[in-house]
Nanobody, 115 residues
Framework: QVQLVESGGGSVQAGGSLRLTCDSKGTISLANAMGWYRQAPGKQRELVIVMTSSGETTVADSVKGRFTISEDPAKGAQYLHMNNLKPEDTAVYYC?????????WGQGTQVTVSS
């Protein structure tokens, strides 16, 4: 059973940085794509950043130049590096992995940015 566990969320002031971690605990490998989505109160879940196994990356315009994604295959982990955070980045952040047509999601981690 695939497990995705996020951590690293919290509260930060505008302009600050956070790094989110998504740990698969070794339950999945050779994913077709991985990434992060977020959902703010009263809004639909939206793509933040997704990276395919070939290295192609899709980044939301709202976070370009501020957020990046990386992975450590040996640890089965992916990371979301968030810099210059803004109040509008406040949301629950979900990690995401897809493999062979199946999608897997973490439970989410809250990020709150105050002005």
């Amino acid at each position: 059973q695939v497990q995705l566990v996020e951590s690293g969320g919290g509260s930060v002031q505008a302009g600050g940085s956070l790094r989110l971690t998504c740990d698969s605990k070794g339950t999945i490998s050779l994913a077709n794509a991985m990434g992060w989505y977020r959902q703010a109160p009263g809004k639909q879940r939206e793509l933040v950043i997704v990276m395919t196994s070939s290295g192609e990356t899709t980044v939301a315009d709202s976070v370009k130049g501020r957020f990046t994604i990386s992975e450590d295959p040996a640890k089965g982990a992916q990371y979301l590096h968030m810099n210059n955070l803004k109040p509008e980045d406040t949301a629950v952040y979900y990690c995401y992995v897809t493999k062979n047509g199946d999608e897997f999601w973490g439970q989410g981690t809250q990020v709150t940015v105050s002005s």
